[in-house]
């Protein structure tokens, strides 16, 4: 299916006030994505698209359930968010406040900034 249809097909999907329910949206037809999986995208990206919002329903998002994601991207990737990691010379920064998992097994909140003057 080409970019043109799809974007045909969803522009149908809206109608004043109605949206038409997720099993006639055609990008997640016949597709359940698991709760932990949409926990996960939305505590890494802090973001979910109305499709995944739907299927993650009403009921409320625990700390309990945003810990549980931590912890395990923590214990796969040994930082968290998954993208970050401590500043080496000559390699881009990740800016901001980040957990590393250390050798003893304690974690440390880390934080760290580029020095715009002086990037070495």
């Known amino acids: 299916?080409?970019?043109?249809?799809?974007?045909?097909q969803l522009s149908g999907l809206r109608t004043r006030s109605t949206l038409l329910p997720l099993s006639r949206m055609p990008h997640h037809v016949g597709v359940a994505i698991p709760r932990e999986a949409l926990l996960e995208k939305l505590v890494v990206?802090?973001?979910?698209?109305?499709?995944?919002?739907r299927m993650l329903g009403s009921r409320a998002v625990s700390f309990e359930e945003v810990a549980a994601v931590v912890k395990r991207l923590?214990?796969?990737?040994?930082?968290?968010p998954p993208n970050a990691k401590p500043w080496?010379?000559?390699?881009?920064?990740?800016?901001?406040?980040?957990?590393?998992?250390?050798?003893?097994g304690k974690v440390r909140l880390a934080w760290q900034r580029s020095n715009s003057i002086n990037p070495n």
């Open 1 to 8: 299916m080409s970019v043109t249809e799809i974007l045909r």
């Open 45 to 53: 990206s802090l973001h979910l698209n109305m499709p995944e919002r």
């Open 74 to 80: 923590l214990e796969t990737n040994g930082v968290f």
């Open 88 to 104: 080496q010379s000559g390699e881009i920064v990740f800016e901001g406040f980040f957990l590393a998992k250390r050798p003893d």
